[in-house]
Every structure is written in structure tokens, then in C-alpha cells.
């Protein structure tokens, strides 16, 4: 099954909005493009719902449906229960608030293993812990290939050990982690894991019921929704961890680790990207009676294909030029489409080189320091990034390699 890239590309509206033709967008990283359903949703929410949910009038109970119905289609394509889905303002603040109650919850001397390799929202929040009299070890990269090896994870590992964070794929080293090997690791030892997966999930939804993990974090504005994080807390992890918000939420698992108001209109919205997944799934053939998650895990295979298509040549291309050093693997199938490269110099004027030729794309450490300090690289260069998904199409592969042909 080939991934019909003129019905994807038909489902978002900036594809046909006049001030980006042209431009071909590679931060998706960054932050995707928004599909039509959720968009519809929002405006809908915004015009039609606006009010306090869970009130007995009309709009009001319309409001508390459509949030309800949000969690309960993510949660089931993430393969978890309704209740193990929490929403928040970022997977930056959700990290932020889970660190609070690990801290509350583990005792001096304890162990949390962190990478060099993550974004720092799954790093920094962690490592503060270590105020606390909380032991902070560090799991590190591979200073050439930027790789997690399993091995030097084991040697971390010991009964001490509460809690391992890691990325399903780093934002700059685009290596997929074998989550469910490191996962049993962890378990194995008696640790719970906590998987930054925002790197991972805009490329498929993963089923986390399947991987194992205990913590499991995106972000909705990167996987073609509002700006909202996303964060899975199996049952047995949320209710011994304490409360973190108000005491009278404390019996409610998803409210559990939502201690401000959420966003109603954006959880409201979110639906619409289990509307998006469900109309690739029916446009491309998959059966009408598939659980969410194989649905889910049917589109996942679907993009990551077309992904790993285009993806290749741009990094036969890498490799080919003595003048850049590929950061990560150089097969597709083993990365998401998420490529950094090291200049040996300024990222951000090759960066505005190619947004004149009409590449949308980056120069920065991208919230990476710790991983780019790791690799040599000074953050104050930083690396351009580019990185797309299933919506890119080969003209926009073409436009950017041309560009590159022209300026590298």
C-alpha cells in the first residue's frame, strides 16, 4: 500500500493557503501543520461551545463531550485506557509537574538515569531532582554517533534506581530507540521508564499498551494538532505517585497531574486528530472493523514508509559532502526524517540562505545542548535542521536537495 500523498496533502489547508506556495516546510520538528478537522473543531468549539463544560445546558454539555471524546479516541489509538491520557499546556510543563511528584514521592539516595541525548524537556526538569538529595546519573551518547548503547545502561542500573528517562528519538539524532528492549531493562530492575516520544509520534502514533512504557510523552502541535502535550501515565504509576492537583481531583487519574485549568477548546480539538488518522485509514483500505490501535498502527506503517522513501536520498547526500557531518544514522530505516547536520560553522545564515530559495528550515541547538556539547558541536553554531513528514511530497524533497546542491 503506497500512501496517497494528493489525499494527505488535501487535508491541510496550508497547502493551498496562497502566502506558502512555494515554499516547501522542513521544521516540521518543530512544529506540524495543523489538519482541516482539527482546525474545524476549534472554530466550532470557539464559536458554538465556548462556555464552562459539564454544566446541564446545551453548549456546555456539548463542550464536556467533545473534550471527552478526545481522550477517550486518543487514549484507545495509543492503545492505553481513557484515564491514562492527561492533556497540558506543553510536554515541557507536563515533565515539569511529574518531576514534582517523583520528587515528592522517592527518597534521598534514590536514582533517576537521564540521557545526553533528549530534548531538555526530558532531561533538565529530572536532573533538578538532584536538590532534593535524588542521585542523577547520567546514561551518555556515543561522542561520534550520538547513540544510546544498552550496554552502558546496564551498568547503570541497580537497585537504587526509580526511574529511567529516554527518548523514543532524539530531535537531533533522529536514532529510534529500542524502547521495548530498554524498557524491559528498566523493569527488570525494578525502575519505571518515562519515553520522550515527541520526536517519534508525529512519524505514527506508537501503541504504548504494546511498548511497555510507564510514562509516555508527545505533543499535539507537533502530530498536526493545537498546542497541547500529551501524556500517558499507566494506572499503576499515576495513583502511587502523589497528587499534583487539587485534593479534591485526587480519585481521577488524568486530573491527577493537571493541577492548572486546561485548555477545554484544545482538548476539544484534539479529536480531530484521531478524525485525521481515521480518514487516512478508510481512504487507503483498512478495515472497517479495526480497533483504534491497529488502525492507528496501520497509518503508522502507511507514513513511515512514504517517510523512508523520501528520507534516503537526503542522507546518501550527507554523506556525500565532505563539507557537512550527517549527525545520526545514515539509513532510513532506522531514524525518523528529522536530519541535522553539522556545519563546522553558523547554522542560521545557511538557514536564511535557503528560506530565500524557499526552504523552510533552521539553525539552532533546538533545545539539544546537552546532546550537541556531547557530539563537539558548540550550541552557539547549533545545527541545521531539517526535518518533514508524511505530508512532504518528492517535488518538495527535489526543491530542498537542489537548494542544498546550490549553497552547501
Not at 141 to 159: A, K, R, Y
Amino acid at each position: 500500500m503506497t500512501l496517497d500523498i494528493d489525499f494527505v496533502r488535501a487535508q491541510f489547508p496550508a497547502f493551498s493557503e496562497p502566502s506558502l506556495r512555494g515554499q516547501a516546510f522542513f521544521g516540521n520538528a518543530g512544529g506540524s501543520y495543523t489538519c482541516k478537522p482539527v482546525i474545524d473543531r476549534l472554530f466550532r468549539f470557539y464559536t458554538q461551545r465556548k462556555v464552562q463544560p459539564y454544566a446541564p445546558y446545551a453548549a456546555s454539555q456539548l463542550a464536556g463531550c467533545e473534550m471527552d471524546e478526545a481522550r477517550a479516541r486518543l487514549s484507545a489509538m495509543l492503545g492505553v485506557a481513557g484515564d491514562e491520557l492527561s492533556f497540558g499546556p506543553s510536554t515541557t510543563q507536563n515533565t515539569y509537574v511529574l518531576a514534582r511528584a517523583f520528587g515528592d514521592w522517592m527518597q534521598k539516595g534514590e536514582a533517576i538515569i537521564v540521557t545526553n541525548q533528549d530534548h531538555e524537556a526530558n532531561s533538565g526538569p529530572w536532573r533538578r531532582l538532584a536538590d532534593q538529595g535524588i542521585e542523577v546519573r547520567e546514561w551518555k551518547i556515543d561522542p561520534v554517533s550520538g547513540m544510546l548503547n544498552t550496554d552502558d545502561l546496564d551498568e547503570l542500573l541497580d537497585e537504587k534506581v526509580r526511574l529511567v528517562c529516554f527518548p523514543h528519538c532524539s530531535n537531533v539524532i533522529g536514532a529510534i530507540n529500542p524502547v521495548v528492549e530498554i524498557t524491559a531493562m528498566a523493569h527488570a530492575a525494578g525502575a519505571f521508564v518515562c519515553v520522550d516520544g515527541v520526536s517519534y509520534a508525529p512519524h505514527g502514533f506508537p501503541d504504548v499498551g504494546m511498548l511497555g512504557a510507564d510514562i509516555y510523552l508527545l505533543s499535539a502541535y507537533k502530530t498536526y494538532g493545537p498546542h497541547q502535550g500529551l501524556m500517558v501515565i499507566r494506572r499503576a504509576l499515576g495513583e502511587l505517585l502523589p497528587n499534583q492537583g487539587h485534593y479534591f481531583n485526587a480519585d481521577s487519574l488524568y486530573k491527577r497531574f493537571t493541577p492548572a485549568g486546561p485548555d477545554h477548546a484544545q482538548i476539544a480539538a484534539c479529536a480531530g486528530m484521531a478524525d485525521y488518522i481515521d480518514a487516512l485509514h478508510a481512504h487507503h483500505g483498512g478495515g472497517g472493523d479495526m480497533a483504534p490501535a491497529r488502525k492507528s498502527a496501520f497509518v503508522h506503517d502507511l507514513m513511515r514508509a512514504h517517510e523512508t522513501r523520501l528520507l534516503q536520498p537526503l542522507l546518501d547526500w550527507a554523506n556525500s559532502r565532505n563539507s557537512v557531518r550527517l549527525i545520526g544514522p545514515d539509513k532510513a530505516s532506522g531514524r525518523a526524517p528529522t536530519v541535522a547536520l553539522d556545519l563546522g560553522r553558523a547554522a542560521f545564515p545557511l538557514a536564511k540562505k535557503l528560506a530565500d530559495r524557499g526552504i523552510m528550515a533552521e539553525g539552532s541547538d533546538f533545545y539539544a545542548v546537552r546532546a550537541l556539547e556531547a557530539l563537539g558541536i558548540s550550541p552557539e553554531d547549533g545545527v541545521l535542521r531539517l526535518s518533514f513528514t508524511h505530508y512532504t511530497a518528492q517535488s518538495e524533497m527535489d526543491q530542498l536537495l537542489n537548494a542544498l546542491d546550490d549553497i552547501v
